[in-house]
């Protein structure tokens, strides 16, 4: 037990003297958030421990250093004059802030019975300055991106979303805006749809087949309606045509499979010639396996149910008015069950049959479910024709 103690303060020890000599090293390279990190890290778990204070100098030498770097490009962008700095200006000063209130969360530190000192500093009027120039700038870009074409509204949507991260209280219209770059940025689609099918299909099945939106769809600017509304100058009409519906009869067929086998039943003696019981070198009458031949009758049956959709997809460019493309689309649905009976003697049936024979005759499932799922796969089959179409 004592030899377990001490090679668990022998690794407790090795652990605290790595994380020295990596934060140190960090250091020399000059990454210094690497440095501080790892010694917040540490004296976070345990600040008292010995090995662990001797983290603090580097402590204080990485917050020290790391400080005067960003402070210096600060300075750097602001005499740079360029707006398109704002962001970093502003990230570096919340940076500062927050590796100032790490240090203070575990103050007081003491070094050789002597307390460290951090030099701090109140940044809250900087970073509300810095987060209000970058707001600004990013307000004012949106705004003039927003003017533009489709491409520069795509940028504006971004841009506004990036403010609304920030500081989404920076203006009470910021939502509006966001949606306004969004549906200029996209090009509009109309959905329509044909159905010649109609004596088939309920409401419910065409809502699921007309459930297009961004979320299910690959490219974020492309904007699907099923309405048409007057006040929207739509980019492409796609038409979903649905042309005929077929579902076949309930079939039940069946095959009969004749099985025959060579099988064990029992033992029987062997005789010589004479009639007489054969012996073996010790005297033991000889025995064998009683071989017969068995026969039964497998009947298979398979329950089968089809139904199929047949339709198109058509694509027109409204602005250009000319017709992108014409598609033929199906969907298809089949219910399969397998079963299967016997007479006769189940030793002559083949191990493949056995699973079969579990099975059991089922309903057919109604027609309302075949529409359901064949419908389902065209959509399928349409939602990834719509997703590799140049909108």
Known sequence: MRNYILAFGLLLFVGACSSIKKAEKSIESGNYDKAFNIAVTELSKDKHKKSNQKLIPTLKEAFDKANERDILKIKTFKKLNDPTYLKQIYSLYVGIDVRQDEVLMLQPLYFDDKEVSFKTKNYTQNINKSLKDYSKYLFDIGTQQLAGSKIDARNAYKTFNELEFVNPSYSTNLGDLIRQ??????????LQLHNSIQQFTTEEHIDELMRISESNMNNQWVMYHKERKNNMIYDFDVTIILDQMFISPEQMNSEIIQQQARVKDGWEYVYDGNGNVMKDSLGNDIKRDKIINVQAEVRMYQQLKTSRIDGSIKIKDLKANTLMSNTPLFGEAAFENVFAEYRGDQHAIEEKYYDTLKNKNVPFPPDPEFVKYTIAEFRIKMIHLLNNQAF
Request: aromatic share 0%; hydrophobic share 40%.
């Open 181 to 190: 770059a969004k549906l200029k940025g996209s090009s509009q689609v109309l």
